[in-house]
């Protein structure tokens, strides 16, 4: 078994920041790319920020500039930094991890998702 946590949700302020954590735990064996995702209301889900295991990024033109994702690899842990969060920002966020258990094939694994909500 796998398991993907995220925390580090909540309100804020317009302009505010908000750190977000990820732990992936577990029987698994190897990660390639930890990512977040997010969905809001009356949405599909989107990418908002990717991190390869050798470390290049990726981010939604929406959030490049104002989010930084980074990630332990020892501890199989990823974060993203938030900051000038605007309202848009609002949804729930979802961790993903692309690994595998030993002598399983590779696969995505999500978290639960946490709210963010940016509002005055």
């Known amino acids: 078994q796998v398991h993907v946590v995220e925390s580090g949700g909540g309100l804020v302020q317009p302009g505010g920041s908000l750190r977000l954590s990820c732990a992936a735990s577990?029987?698994?064996?190897?990660?390639?790319?930890m990512g977040w995702y997010r969905q809001a209301p009356g949405k599909q889900r989107e990418l908002v920020a990717i991190i390869a295991s050798s470390g290049p990024t990726t981010y939604a033109a929406s959030v490049k500039g104002r989010f930084t994702i980074s990630r332990d690899n020892a501890k199989n842990t990823t974060s993203l930094q938030m900051n000038s969060l605007k309202p848009e920002d609002t949804g729930v966020y979802y961790c993903?991890?692309?690994?595998?258990?030993?002598?399983?094939?590779?696969?995505?694994?999500w978290g639960q998702g946490t709210q963010v909500t940016v509002s005055s």
């Open positions: 993903n991890v692309y690994g595998r258990s030993r002598g399983s094939p590779w696969r995505d694994y």
């Open positions: 577990g029987s698994i064996f190897s990660i390639n790319a």
